[in-house]
């Protein structure tokens, strides 16, 4: 996502672009656990890398929002926001434990398989 076109928008609108890229990867994240258990492993590792995509344009804004205020432009606070950013956090959060979960899941399956 490039800078110009962030600073175009209001914060409604990046409040509301952290919703949906995180609620995006989420859904991915969720999906990707669900097929790797339906035995779709290649699925499961593309789901992921979508998630990832879905991530970094959220962390771009996310990190948009963060130079902003280091040069003194502080966001007005809104409940918006914040839910934007809890959304973000949690959703990060939530991509970690999957992988985990999902690495514990291969090392399982493969020494069932010996």
Avoid: C, W
Avoid at 67 to 75: F, L
Avoid at 87 to 93: A, F, G, K, V
Avoid at 103 to 111: I, Y
């Amino acid at each position: 996502m490039d800078k110009l076109q962030l600073e175009k928008l209001t914060p409604e609108q990046i409040g509301f672009h952290l919703v949906l890229h995180s609620g995006n990867a989420r859904s991915k994240i969720i999906q990707s656990l669900r097929e790797y258990r339906a035995g779709n492993l290649s699925r499961s590792e593309t789901l992921l890398d979508e998630a990832e995509e879905d991530l970094s344009h959220a962390q771009q804004i996310h990190f948009h929002l963060i130079q902003k205020e280091a040069n003194g432009d502080k966001a007005a606070f809104s409940l918006l926001l914040m839910h934007a950013e809890d959304h973000l956090m949690s959703t990060l959060t939530m991509k970690d434990l999957v992988k985990e979960l999902l690495e514990v899941f291969k090392a399982k399956d493969q020494s069932e398989e010996k």
